[in-house]
């Protein structure tokens, strides 16, 4: 094991800052996915394993609507609509008839869903991966290396989607519903927000999110049914890490951990720098139980 | 004292009311009535269901058995936020606003209803203001912010954006000093003049019967007395039976 | 009062000796296909009733089960590669040593954690534990997982007599029977009413003066033993391990054969695993091996959730614990 003053030397600082770029990208795509998902928890207390199933379907849609018209933004578009409703209605189905039970049950009633859509998935489009093309080709010349654009687009494109979330659920008038839902939801219901209907609209919004996610992300990786499964698990770990309910500690918290399992994957290969993100919430979960981004609670 | 029983206007009428909380029994059949713009007081010691039957009549614990009518239309276990549109304010025990909303986005949370033009929402604004300058002083800080007698009065402004004909008070005055519970007197005493009728339930005996038409006494979950507020005095042996002071 | 009691003792004796004589003639009329169905049914039956000590007697949700069950699988496949002839003890006690440290090790970390969280670190260490299995091709074989033979019934070097499927499904059916005897025995003592009032009211049990930390870390443990135990027996009959057991989709099954046959009665998840199996062949052979079988099944779970949250055996679930 070399020295650490030997270490700092080797270290390859262009590449070290083509993976801080890349942690950034793949960070903001965990972070459009976990705002979906904090915001779930947050105002309705459920533990939404299907989210990773809604990311899944979004690429999917993403790849059918493609297909059939050669839009990416088109299928940008009408893949978030359509996932944020079919959210909705999941949510009308399954989830409304558990409100007010043991939360275990909706734990695994979001588990159910997710075998559902998988292997609807498989059933409907195989199991062989699909692809989609990047909207705009091209590259900039970085250090030694060709980064592609399409790269950054994500990364500016998700920090708008959630940029313009934030800004709604601020001044927006059915944002303050949702705030004021996921604070007390009694004293809302008491002050005439129809509480089980802003439940229905957050996780279409979250759902909607997470596809959006889905086509974004679609022209980097494969498109297959298995896809959702990293993604939730990775989703978890940054809405535990920021503080579940936290909307602007789980964007910190998917950018920091991104930025870690980035810079990890210089050492080490890519399959094994996912511990990175396991060892940062099991210290979370030791160390800083509420959030690392949350201020300790008085 | 059957006379009382009717008032001439009924708004809200509670009839044979029980709630349970899980296996414990809280209410034992309560039946009361308020008229319509009538200050009507709940008086008892703690525990006894008061808090607990403002809850069941706005629709926030289901009752088992008994029935709650609202100008004639039964209400019972309609959802709370129905019955806060229908104009039934609810101001909790220990206030809870949203205290990581500002001052104005509380109010604004029952401001803005479909129907209710800008200028109305302005005018309801302007005399909340009013009635509470600190508010305006304080509208764009974090409810979590403000003192406790400043918390109470967003409570009680907060129910007033619906536009009620009742408003349902919990304990208003506790943890208050002095000066403020007369504000909130004369605020009770506002919102009579306007015709909102209130159900106003304390352990402030003075408060009470100085503010209200009508008192009921509570005890073990059930009605044992009930009278008018002119008729009784503090030292009273039924309010010492009832409430110990 | 004693003589309702000896009722129901007469009455629960007298359907589990039926049951367990059923299961022992099963393997002599069935087919071979029905009669390894019926062996895997028991053993993801007992996988199932591990996580019940967890979810139906303390109310704690896991999805840890997975790393216990492939520790277990992994465990005897060691001692089956190392030691021959191949060892069934050795396997068995590699295997149950090898989930309890495990289970340990999870248990350390993730009781102090209430509901959610739990159910959370369960399920990443499941993953910790499967992404070591998958990488560490050298130790573990990596994707392609390990193959070895199976060991026979008795003391190598004294006398042994090799498995066939009758055999085999014998001693699966005594160590599942004995684990079910076992449990119930435990559930209803003083450490196992202690669990049920965590289940309860945690709250009121700490404030009474229990060290709950410590009676949680004992449950895990225990659920880690028999879920590993299942391992085992599943390395033995299939003769080979693969990380696919260790992922955490497996803990999930664990759990929905829990829920559908009924929390909180250990033998409910026997027939959850079995009701679930049994419809997944069937769907299988109706519309054929690419129907999403998981769709129909994925429904009736959710349906029971909702409609029948107590499952399938939930009505018998004071009658059991009795």
Known sequence: MASIGAIFQDLPWELFIIQTLNGIVTGMILALIASGLTLIFGIMDVVNFAHGELFMLGAYTGVVVISVTGSFWLA??????????????????????????????????????????????????????????????????????????????????????????????KYGKYGIWIRATTQDRVMAQAMGIPVPWVHTAAFGIGAAMAAASGVLFAPLVAVNHTMGLNWVLKAFIVVVVGGMGNLGGSIAAAIFVSLLEAYASIWVAPSQAVIVSFVVLILTLLFRPTGLFVPTPK | MSELDKPT??????????????????????????????????????????????????????????????????????????????????????????????????????????????????????????????????????????????????????????????????????????????????IIDALHREGVAILLVEQNVPLTLEASQRVYLMEKGAIRHHARSSELKVGDAVIKQYLGV | MTKLLHRHTVAFWTIFGVVIALLIVAPLVLPTFWQRFVTEILIWGLLAMSSDILIGYTGMVSFGHSAFFGLGMYGAAAALLWHKPANLW?????????????????????????????????????????????????????????????????????????????????FVLAMVAGSYLLLRRIMRSPFGMVLQSIRENEGRTRAIGYPIERYKIVAVMLSGLFAGLAGVLYAVQNRFAAPDFVFFLVSGEAVIYNVMGGIGTLVGPIFGAATFLLLRELLGRLFGDTFPYLIPLGVIFIAIIIFLPQGLFGFARRWLNR
Do not use: C
């Open chain 3, 90 to 170: 050795l396997a068995l006690a590699f295997g149950l040593i090898a989930a309890a440290a495990v289970a340990a090790f999870v248990a350390y970390f993730s009781t102090r954690l209430r509901d959610i969280y739990f159910a959370i670190t369960t399920l990443i260490f499941s993953q910790i534990f499967y992404v070591f299995i998958f990488t560490s091709t050298e130790i573990t074989g990596g994707e392609n997982g390990l193959s070895f033979s199976r060991p026979a019934l008795g003391i190598p070097g004294v006398w042994t007599v090799p498995f066939n499927n009758t055999t085999l499904h014998w």
């Open chain 2, 9 to 186: 206007d009924p708004l809200i009428t509670v009839e044979d009311l029980h709630t349970y909380y899980g296996k414990s029994h809280i209410l034992h059949g309560v039946s009361l009535t308020v008229g319509r713009g009538e200050v009507v007081g709940l008086l008892g010691r703690n525990g006894v269901g008061k808090s607990t039957t403002l809850k069941t009549i706005m629709g926030l614990v289901n009752a088992r058995q008994g029935m709650v009518t609202l100008d004639d239309r039964p209400i019972t276990g309609m959802p709370a936020h129905k019955l806060a549109k229908l104009g039934i304010g609810y101001v909790p025990e220990d206030r809870r606003i949203f205290r990581l909303l500002t001052v104005m986005e509380n109010l604004r949370v029952g401001l803005d209803r479909p129907g209710v033009s800008d200028a109305r929402k302005q005018e309801l604004l302007d005399k909340v203001f009013a009635y509470f300058p600190v508010l305006g002083q304080r509208k764009d800080q974090a409810g979590g912010t403000l003192s406790g007698g400043e918390q109470q009065m967003l409570a009680i402004a907060r129910a007033m954006m619906l536009e009620p004909k009742i408003i349902l008070l919990d304990e208003p005055t506790e943890g208050l000093m002095p000066r403020m519970v007369s504000q909130i007197h004369q």
């Open chain 1, 76 to 169: 940008l578009i009408l893949a978030t609509l359509f996932v944020g409703l079919l959210g909705a209605a999941l949510q009308v189905a399954t989830l409304r008839p558990l409100i007010g039970r043991d939360p275990l049950t909706t734990i695994l009633a979001t588990f159910g869903l997710s075998l559902i859509l998988q292997n609807y998935a498989l059933w409907q489009f195989g199991p062989v991966a699909r692809k989609i093309s990047e909207p705009i080709t091209g590259q900039f010349t970085l250090f030694y290396l060709e980064y592609p654009w399409y790269r950054l687009l994500i990364a500016g494109l998700s920090a708008a989607i959630i940029g313009g979330f934030w800004l709604f659920l």
